[in-house]
């Protein structure tokens, strides 16, 4: 692993443990410790339901793990805001459009091309193959023969964006 390559890696790692651990225990503790003691202290009425810090938090946790699940919930199942942070997802992942590396692209994919190969080479014998046939199967034969070199299939929507701005 090259130093740019492990550099990266580190990056990644530091962003995803920040944004996703620390971030959120800290603003969850932040959020918590300012609405107490900047909002809740000084309404009299609040403070005769929550006057304790702990009590206040017991309670938030109550009400508020099951609110935000709730809402999580609802993004991923009730919303299409999920659906296009997956498209996004999907036309930002050049493996969508080349092949995995590792077993698919030194075992499956090598494997497929030359069932697909045999198959043409029995159709070709039993003269059950008519040129659309052919043509579809050599299409294949060329596609899967590009994924197994490192190569893309189909045209990410991302690299057009990226073709027409240049």
């Known amino acids: 692993m090259s130093i740019t390559s492990l550099i990266y890696r580190l990056w990644y790692y530091f962003r995803i443990g920040y944004n996703t651990y620390l971030t959120f225990l800290i603003g969850f503790a932040t959020t918590l410790v300012t609405i107490y003691y900047l909002a809740i202290k000084d309404i009299p009425s609040l403070l005769d339901i929550f006057p304790r810090f702990q009590l206040f938090v017991v309670v938030t946790l109550l009400v508020g793990v099951p609110v935000a699940c709730f809402i999580g919930w609802y993004h991923l199942k009730g919303t299409a805001v999920w659906r296009s942070e997956l498209d996004i997802s999907v036309e930002a992942n ?62 990410p929507r991302a690299r057009i964006d990226l073709g027409k701005n240049s």
């Open 94 to 155: 050049p493996y969508y459009y080349k092949m995995y590396p590792g077993y698919w692209k030194e075992a499956f994919t090598p494997v497929y091309l030359e069932v697909l190969k045999g198959m043409k080479k029995m159709l070709e014998k039993q003269n059950a193959l008519d040129e659309d046939d052919r043509k579809r199967i050599e299409d294949l034969e060329h596609k899967l023969q590009t994924l197994i070199e490192g190569g893309y299939v189909g045209t």
